[in-house]
């Protein structure tokens, strides 16, 4: 007697296609709420956006690419790049009366 698997086979390629199905459909909400988010901060004052650590041409920006890029990630990653690069206006440089060395930031 012989006994095939043929359904498990079946069933196991629409079990995955749902899988697939579902993250598209998730990310596909995600990006749309996103979306949505970015349009509020567009409605922001720019007061508002620099406290964010934005300017409006860059929310702006974030909302003029291409509908399936997530314009929330894409003003993260500004923000990130300017906080990496807005280090400390100026760098104080204190020789101890020992000879030591010490380094200190000066915010102006």
Do not use: Y
């Amino acid at each position: 007697m012989t006994i095939g698997f043929a359904p498990f086979g079946v069933l196991s390629l629409v079990l995955r296609a749902g899988r697939a199905t579902g993250r598209i459909v998730v990310q596909a909400i995600r990006l749309w709420q996103n979306r949505r988010a970015a349009h509020r901060l567009a409605d922001l004052d720019d007061r508002m956006l620099k406290d964010l650590g934005l300017t409006r041409t860059e929310v702006v920006g974030a909302l003029a690419l291409s509908w399936r890029d997530d314009p929330t990630l894409h003003l993260a990653g500004r923000r990130g790049l300017k906080a990496r690069r807005g280090s400390p206006h100026g760098v104080v440089r204190i020789v101890a009366s020992d000879g030591r060395r010490l380094e200190g930031t000066l915010a102006c």
